[in-house]
């Protein structure tokens, strides 16, 4: 038989609107993991009721969504379900990245985003693929730009295939900047989370942050550079055999990608589907599969991407 207790949590130096939502609506889903539990809030204390073991478990819940909270300045649907669902809860424990900026902290959400940290620093090179929303590419310039601030490399080259636009992004309106700007914008957009706007721009000025197409990767040694190759799910055979042996000596590249979202032409391949299929062997290359599980966007982005798998 189970020991029945009553535990009093109370709430100092947080906005209780922020954490438990308008209505309580967050606090419903937080709730919606303990149906077993009887969870009333009044004012700044919280009382639980209910297993002995259900308690605890939903006060160090609990304590993870206040220390979430405290980190960011705001709480999401998606952390609390990261949270709840999460048993060992081990994504507090993991490393800040870097702080960007207007104070913002850059830190893995989930164990695959800790992972993709930890194999960044033991590969020269990695193959990150994953479903939309999962922060392959937003983790990856993070760590570019770490490593650009602690003068591990000299320079960012952030690059993606320009498929949708065709290679040569000639029907465009304006000139090359233009056309690329676009399509470029989930790149800068990422920058723009880590860096001064001044910063930023004074980067991108003096190249030491280059965001352009794989194709003007062609004919180059990438060296002393940390370089991302973004959406690689849409290069051809060909054009990631050019990228991968474009790698400098001192170089650290990660190749991202989702191969649900292939956009190439059906008589040609994936090149990164290519890559991974023939370079899996190698030691000194890493892999990792992000799963759906590892979406940060709102919820219901979990549940579209299962809806399509399942089709």
């Given at each position: 038989m189970?020991?029945?207790?009553?535990?009093k949590?109370?709430?100092k130096n947080?906005?209780?609107?922020?954490?438990?939502?308008?209505?309580?609506?967050?606090?419903?889903?937080m709730?919606?993991?303990?149906?077993?539990?009887?969870?009333?809030?009044?004012?700044e204390?919280?009382?639980?009721?209910?297993?002995?073991?259900?308690?605890?478990?939903?006060?160090e819940k609990?304590?993870?969504?206040?220390?979430?909270?405290?980190?960011?300045?705001?709480l999401?649907?998606?952390?609390i379900?990261?949270?709840?669902?999460?048993?060992?809860?081990?994504?507090?424990?993991?490393?800040?990245?870097?702080?960007?900026y207007?104070?913002l902290?850059?830190?893995?959400?989930?164990k695959?985003q800790?992972?993709?940290?930890?194999m960044?620093?033991?590969?020269d090179?990695?193959?990150v693929?994953?479903?939309?929303?999962?922060?392959?590419?937003?983790?990856s310039?993070a760590?570019a730009?770490k490593?650009?601030?602690?003068?591990?490399v000299?320079?960012i080259?952030?690059?993606?295939p320009a498929?949708?636009?065709?290679e040569?992004?000639?029907?465009?309106?304006?000139?090359?900047?233009?056309?690329l700007?676009?399509?470029?914008?989930?790149?800068?957009?990422s920058?723009s989370?880590?860096l001064?706007p001044a910063?930023?721009?004074?980067?991108?000025?003096?190249?030491k942050?280059?965001?352009?197409p794989?194709a003007?990767?062609?004919?180059?040694?990438?060296?002393?550079?940390?370089?991302?190759l973004?959406e690689?799910?849409?290069?051809?055979?060909?054009?990631?055999?050019?990228?991968?042996?474009r790698?400098g000596?001192?170089?650290?590249?990660?190749i991202?990608?989702?191969m649900?979202?292939?956009?190439?032409p059906?008589n040609?391949?994936?090149?990164?589907?290519?890559?991974?299929?023939?370079?899996?062997?190698?030691k000194?290359?890493?892999f990792?599969?992000?799963?759906?599980?590892?979406?940060?966007?709102h919820?219901l982005v979990?549940?579209i991407i299962?809806?399509y798998?399942?089709?």
């Amino acid at each position: 038989m189970s020991v029945l207790l009553e535990r009093k949590i109370i709430f100092k130096n947080i906005d209780l609107l922020d954490v438990f939502g308008t209505k309580e609506k967050k606090l419903k889903v937080m709730k919606s993991y303990y149906p077993n539990l009887n969870i009333t809030l009044r004012g700044e204390v919280m009382l639980v009721f209910g297993s002995k073991k259900l308690v605890n478990e939903f006060e160090e819940k609990i304590n993870y969504i206040v220390k979430r909270y405290k980190i960011n300045n705001s709480l999401e649907e998606s952390d609390i379900h990261y949270i709840f669902s999460d048993i060992e809860n081990n994504f507090f424990h993991q490393d800040v990245i870097l702080h960007g900026y207007s104070g913002l902290v850059i830190k893995p959400r989930t164990k695959n985003q800790k992972k993709m940290i930890e194999m960044s620093s033991e590969y020269d090179m990695i193959f990150v693929s994953g479903p939309a929303g999962t922060g392959k590419t937003y983790t990856s310039v993070a760590l570019a730009v770490k490593a650009l601030k602690e003068r591990e490399v000299k320079k960012i080259i952030l690059t993606r295939p320009a498929v949708e636009s065709g290679e040569n992004l000639g029907f465009l309106p304006g000139d090359l900047k233009e056309k690329l700007d676009p399509y470029m914008s989930p790149l800068y957009d990422s920058l723009s989370d880590m860096l001064p706007p001044a910063k930023l721009k004074k980067l991108l000025n003096d190249n030491k942050i280059e965001i352009a197409p794989l194709a003007f990767m062609r004919g180059r040694t990438l060296d002393s550079a940390f370089v991302i190759l973004d959406e690689a799910q849409n290069a051809t055979i060909s054009q990631m055999k050019m990228f991968l042996t474009r790698m400098g000596s001192s170089a650290k590249f990660i190749i991202t990608g989702d191969m649900t979202q292939i956009d190439l032409p059906k008589n040609q391949k994936s090149g990164l589907l290519h890559a991974i299929k023939i370079l899996k062997k190698e030691k000194k290359i890493g892999f990792l599969n992000l799963k759906d599980t590892d979406v940060i966007r709102h919820k219901l982005v979990q549940s579209i991407i299962k809806a399509y798998n399942n089709e």
